[in-house]
């Protein structure tokens, strides 16, 4: 049995749970999903999940209930993480913005909101390394991730610009995954790099 927290401050909860639900399902693997509101749960999660929402919130909300220790523990510990949309931003190293106090768990600088605002949003095709076809990626005022340190690997790009990476243990993109009813990113982040076409 595979433990999920989804941190549920903001953001997709229930569509990550579903999404990570079917990757473990494509592996023959039960996963028991757990909505993290407060401390306390992440220390019992074999993987988490950080879903979109407004930066600047979430960070306020992960400092002020101790999810931010635990969830940098648990990556210390090399377990993994998706970090997706605005928990992109909160996953980097440098959001580009003082509000936000990053988790520092991705060596890369974001640029929030750098495709628009919510009028703006699209879903793409999107070439993703390790995949035979392209992920319907959809993006809903998307960060962009404007550098990225000597370690993470740039998993995929949009005219030009990295939209997904992996650091270690964690995966982070800057579109929603959880938005569609392909399940290769969860696959990606949690399956050690065994993608099961959707």
């Known amino acids: 049995m595979l433990r999920a927290g989804v941190v549920a401050v903001q953001g997709d909860v229930s569509e990550h749970a579903a999404a990570i639900r079917r990757a ?3 592996h023959g693997e039960d996963v028991e999903v757990h909505e993290i509101r407060q401390s306390g749960t ?10 979109g929402g407004e930066s600047t919130a979430i960070s306020r909300l992960l400092s002020r209930e101790g999810i931010d220790r635990e969830i940098r523990d648990h990556v210390a510990a090399g377990k993994p993480v998706l970090a997706t949309c605005a928990g992109l931003i909160v996953a980097s190293s440098d959001a580009n913005d003082d509000r936000v106090d990053t988790l520092d768990l991705i060596d890369a600088t974001v640029d929030r909101n750098a495709f628009g605002r919510q009028v703006d949003s699209f879903e793409a095709p999107l070439d993703v390394a390790g995949f035979d076809e392209p992920f319907p990626a959809v993006f809903i005022r998307a960060p962009v991730i404007d550098a990225v340190g000597e ?3 740039v998993l995929a790009a949009w005219e030009g610009d990295p939209v997904a990476v992996r650091d ?3 995966v982070g993109t800057a579109f929603h995954p959880e938005l569609t009813a392909d399940s290769r990113i969860h696959d990606l982040a949690f ?6 076409e959707a």
């Open 24 to 26: 473990g399902a494509a």
């Open 168 to 170: 270690g243990p964690v």
């Open 151 to 153: 370690g993470v690997e």
């Open 191 to 196: 399956f050690e790099d065994v993608a099961v």
């Open 42 to 51: 992440v220390p019992d999660c074999d993987v988490l999940l950080l879903p």
